[in-house]
Protein backbone atom coordinates (compact mmCIF):
# COMPACT_ATOMS: atom_id res chain seq x y z
CA UNK A 1 0.00 0.00 0.00
CA UNK A 2 2.86 2.05 0.66
CA UNK A 3 4.75 1.84 -2.33
CA UNK A 4 1.40 2.29 -4.38
CA UNK A 5 0.57 5.24 -2.60
CA UNK A 6 4.54 7.19 -3.68
CA UNK A 7 4.10 5.40 -7.10
CA UNK A 8 0.88 7.41 -7.42
CA UNK A 9 2.03 10.28 -5.48
CA UNK A 10 5.68 11.04 -7.64
CA UNK A 11 4.03 9.89 -11.05
CA UNK A 12 5.83 6.68 -11.15
CA UNK A 13 5.50 3.42 -13.45
CA UNK A 14 2.34 2.25 -11.59
CA UNK A 15 0.84 5.60 -12.14
CA UNK A 16 1.99 5.46 -15.93
CA UNK A 17 0.31 2.34 -16.68
CA UNK A 18 -2.58 3.56 -15.12
CA UNK A 19 -2.71 5.77 -18.59
CA UNK A 20 -2.27 2.08 -20.32
CA UNK A 21 -4.51 0.36 -18.94
CA UNK A 22 -7.65 3.16 -18.82
CA UNK A 23 -7.15 3.52 -22.47
CA UNK A 24 -7.54 -0.23 -23.26
CA UNK A 25 -10.61 -0.39 -20.43
CA UNK A 26 -12.02 2.86 -22.63
CA UNK A 27 -12.10 0.93 -26.05
CA UNK A 28 -13.68 -2.65 -24.11
CA UNK A 29 -16.40 -1.08 -21.43
CA UNK A 30 -18.65 -3.69 -23.07
CA UNK A 31 -16.63 -7.11 -21.22
CA UNK A 32 -19.37 -8.72 -19.21
CA UNK A 33 -16.79 -8.95 -16.17
CA UNK A 34 -17.71 -5.06 -15.73
CA UNK A 35 -21.32 -5.99 -14.69
CA UNK A 36 -19.44 -7.49 -11.48
CA UNK A 37 -19.14 -4.10 -10.33
CA UNK A 38 -22.22 -4.58 -8.45
CA UNK A 39 -20.49 -6.55 -6.37
CA UNK A 40 -19.31 -3.56 -4.75
CA UNK A 41 -22.09 -1.19 -4.90
CA UNK A 42 -23.06 -0.47 -0.77
CA UNK A 43 -26.53 0.48 -1.66
CA UNK A 44 -27.08 -2.84 -3.08
CA UNK A 45 -24.81 -4.82 -0.86
CA UNK A 46 -27.16 -2.88 1.78
CA UNK A 47 -29.95 -3.89 0.59
CA UNK A 48 -29.38 -7.76 1.23
CA UNK A 49 -27.54 -7.22 4.35
CA UNK A 50 -30.19 -4.96 6.30
CA UNK A 51 -33.00 -7.72 6.12
CA UNK A 52 -30.33 -10.61 7.03
CA UNK A 53 -29.43 -8.52 10.09
CA UNK A 54 -32.74 -8.10 11.16
CA UNK A 55 -33.73 -11.72 10.90
CA UNK A 56 -30.62 -12.67 12.37
CA UNK A 57 -31.04 -10.40 15.33
CA UNK A 58 -34.71 -11.92 15.94
CA UNK A 59 -33.56 -15.51 15.37
CA UNK A 60 -30.53 -14.75 18.40
CA UNK A 61 -33.12 -12.44 20.44
CA UNK A 62 -30.04 -10.02 20.58
CA UNK A 63 -29.13 -7.00 19.15
CA UNK A 64 -25.98 -7.84 18.48
CA UNK A 65 -26.27 -8.78 14.22
CA UNK A 66 -27.52 -5.43 14.09
CA UNK A 67 -25.29 -3.43 15.91
CA UNK A 68 -22.16 -5.30 14.71
CA UNK A 69 -23.20 -4.84 10.98
CA UNK A 70 -23.50 -1.14 11.51
CA UNK A 71 -20.85 -0.62 13.18
CA UNK A 72 -18.46 -2.39 9.92
CA UNK A 73 -20.75 -0.24 7.92
CA UNK A 74 -20.31 3.04 9.79
CA UNK A 75 -15.88 2.48 9.96
CA UNK A 76 -15.31 1.01 6.89
CA UNK A 77 -17.29 4.46 5.73
CA UNK A 78 -15.18 6.49 7.05
CA UNK A 79 -11.93 4.49 6.51
CA UNK A 80 -13.01 4.94 2.93
CA UNK A 81 -13.32 8.80 3.41
CA UNK A 82 -10.58 9.51 5.45
CA UNK A 83 -8.18 7.35 2.45
CA UNK A 84 -9.75 9.06 -0.09
CA UNK A 85 -8.83 12.53 1.67
CA UNK A 86 -5.26 11.54 1.72
CA UNK A 87 -4.79 11.77 -2.42
CA UNK A 88 -7.89 13.42 -3.82
CA UNK A 89 -7.84 11.81 -7.66
CA UNK A 90 -9.96 12.45 -10.57
CA UNK A 91 -11.46 8.99 -11.68
CA UNK A 92 -10.33 7.99 -15.41
CA UNK A 93 -13.96 8.48 -17.06
CA UNK A 94 -13.23 11.68 -16.46
CA UNK A 95 -10.83 11.90 -18.54
CA UNK A 96 -8.06 13.81 -16.30
CA UNK A 97 -5.50 12.18 -13.81
CA UNK A 98 -5.39 14.93 -10.83
CA UNK A 99 -4.32 14.61 -7.82
CA UNK A 100 -4.47 16.82 -4.75
CA UNK A 101 -6.98 18.66 -5.80
CA UNK A 102 -10.11 17.12 -6.33
CA UNK A 103 -11.73 13.53 -6.89
CA UNK A 104 -12.11 10.22 -4.64
CA UNK A 105 -10.64 7.64 -6.92
CA UNK A 106 -8.12 6.57 -4.83
CA UNK A 107 -8.72 4.56 -3.08
CA UNK A 108 -11.20 2.07 -4.74
CA UNK A 109 -14.39 1.85 -2.02
CA UNK A 110 -16.32 -0.62 -4.53
CA UNK A 111 -13.25 -3.12 -4.11
CA UNK A 112 -13.21 -2.99 -0.28
CA UNK A 113 -16.56 -3.19 -0.07
CA UNK A 114 -16.62 -6.62 -2.17
CA UNK A 115 -13.86 -7.72 0.59
CA UNK A 116 -15.69 -6.78 3.62
CA UNK A 117 -19.39 -6.57 3.34
CA UNK A 118 -19.94 -9.43 1.19
CA UNK A 119 -17.85 -11.11 3.92
CA UNK A 120 -20.59 -9.68 6.47
CA UNK A 121 -23.51 -10.75 4.67
CA UNK A 122 -22.23 -14.46 4.78
CA UNK A 123 -21.84 -13.95 8.53
CA UNK A 124 -25.49 -12.75 9.04
CA UNK A 125 -26.70 -15.55 6.95
CA UNK A 126 -25.21 -18.47 8.78
CA UNK A 127 -26.55 -16.43 11.81
CA UNK A 128 -30.07 -15.73 10.78
CA UNK A 129 -30.28 -19.44 8.82
CA UNK A 130 -27.81 -22.07 11.06
CA UNK A 131 -28.37 -24.80 8.38
CA UNK A 132 -26.32 -22.67 5.38
CA UNK A 133 -22.83 -23.27 7.85
CA UNK A 134 -22.80 -26.93 6.16
CA UNK A 135 -22.97 -25.25 3.00
CA UNK A 136 -20.72 -21.96 4.12
CA UNK A 137 -18.05 -22.67 6.74
CA UNK A 138 -15.55 -20.46 7.95
CA UNK A 139 -12.76 -21.57 5.58
CA UNK A 140 -15.20 -20.61 2.66
CA UNK A 141 -16.72 -17.41 3.57
CA UNK A 142 -13.00 -16.13 3.91
CA UNK A 143 -12.26 -17.69 0.29
CA UNK A 144 -15.39 -16.31 -1.13
CA UNK A 145 -14.95 -13.25 -0.07
CA UNK A 146 -11.47 -12.59 -1.24
CA UNK A 147 -13.10 -13.91 -4.72
CA UNK A 148 -15.60 -11.59 -4.84
CA UNK A 149 -13.11 -8.41 -3.26
CA UNK A 150 -10.67 -9.87 -6.14
CA UNK A 151 -13.32 -9.75 -8.67
CA UNK A 152 -14.33 -6.73 -7.93
CA UNK A 153 -11.40 -4.67 -8.31
CA UNK A 154 -10.64 -6.26 -12.22
CA UNK A 155 -14.38 -5.17 -12.56
CA UNK A 156 -13.86 -1.12 -11.64
CA UNK A 157 -10.66 -1.30 -13.84
CA UNK A 158 -12.56 -2.79 -16.62
CA UNK A 159 -15.01 -0.51 -16.43
CA UNK A 160 -13.21 2.59 -16.45
CA UNK A 161 -14.64 3.61 -12.62
CA UNK A 162 -11.45 3.44 -11.41
CA UNK A 163 -7.33 3.32 -12.26
CA UNK A 164 -5.70 0.59 -12.01
CA UNK A 165 -3.77 1.46 -8.80
CA UNK A 166 -6.64 2.68 -7.51
CA UNK A 167 -7.84 -1.22 -7.26
CA UNK A 168 -4.49 -2.26 -6.50
CA UNK A 169 -4.17 -0.41 -2.94
CA UNK A 170 -7.57 -1.77 -2.29
CA UNK A 171 -6.26 -5.80 -3.03
CA UNK A 172 -3.80 -5.33 -0.84
CA UNK A 173 -5.88 -3.13 2.42
CA UNK A 174 -8.69 -5.83 1.83
CA UNK A 175 -7.63 -9.12 2.87
CA UNK A 176 -6.23 -7.33 5.76
CA UNK A 177 -9.16 -5.73 7.07
CA UNK A 178 -11.24 -8.95 6.39
CA UNK A 179 -8.43 -10.88 8.38
CA UNK A 180 -8.44 -8.60 11.51
CA UNK A 181 -12.46 -8.76 11.08
CA UNK A 182 -12.54 -12.73 11.24
CA UNK A 183 -9.98 -12.78 14.37
CA UNK A 184 -12.38 -10.62 16.39
CA UNK A 185 -15.74 -12.59 15.42
CA UNK A 186 -17.96 -9.60 15.53
CA UNK A 187 -21.47 -12.09 14.84
CA UNK A 188 -19.62 -15.52 16.68
CA UNK A 189 -20.46 -17.84 14.58
CA UNK A 190 -17.42 -19.83 15.58
CA UNK A 191 -18.19 -22.44 18.49
CA UNK A 192 -16.21 -21.57 21.30
CA UNK A 193 -13.22 -23.83 21.50
CA UNK A 194 -14.10 -27.35 23.27
CA UNK A 195 -12.82 -28.43 26.92
CA UNK A 196 -10.03 -30.96 26.29
CA UNK A 197 -10.54 -34.17 27.46
CA UNK A 198 -7.33 -34.49 29.67
CA UNK A 199 -7.40 -30.82 30.75
CA UNK A 200 -7.15 -30.68 34.50
CA UNK A 201 -10.49 -30.91 36.36
CA UNK A 202 -11.73 -29.59 39.92
CA UNK A 203 -13.93 -31.93 42.07
CA UNK A 204 -16.28 -30.20 44.48
CA UNK A 205 -14.12 -30.91 47.15
CA UNK A 206 -11.79 -28.66 45.48
CA UNK A 207 -8.87 -31.67 44.85
CA UNK A 208 -7.36 -31.66 41.30
CA UNK A 209 -7.66 -34.63 38.87
CA UNK A 210 -6.98 -35.13 34.95
CA UNK A 211 -9.05 -36.52 33.13
CA UNK A 212 -8.05 -39.22 30.60
CA UNK A 213 -10.23 -39.99 27.77
CA UNK A 214 -8.77 -43.71 27.69
CA UNK A 215 -8.80 -44.42 31.13
CA UNK A 216 -11.45 -47.38 32.04
CA UNK A 217 -13.67 -45.97 34.30
CA UNK A 218 -14.64 -49.20 35.63
CA UNK A 219 -11.09 -50.31 36.76
CA UNK A 220 -10.81 -46.84 38.60
CA UNK A 221 -13.29 -48.51 40.77
CA UNK A 222 -12.12 -51.43 41.17
CA UNK A 223 -8.14 -50.56 41.52
CA UNK A 224 -10.41 -48.01 44.52
CA UNK A 225 -12.08 -51.41 46.13
CA UNK A 226 -8.68 -53.05 46.21
Partial sequence: MVLITLDVALNGPLRRLDHIVHRFCDAHTQSPVADAVIIGQRADLLAV?????????????????????????????????ELKAVIPRTSPFSGRDVIFTYGDAYPSGHTLNGFLLIWVILELAVVAFPRAARAIPTRRRHIIALTTGAITAAAVTLDD??????????????????????????????????????????????????????????????????
Fill in 161 to 226: QHWLTDALFSVALGPVLLNLLIAADPFQTRPAPSHRADAPDTSPDGSLHIRHPHRDPRRDGFLRAR
Fill in 49 to 81: MVPLAVIAALRTRSWRPLVAATLIVVALSVLQL
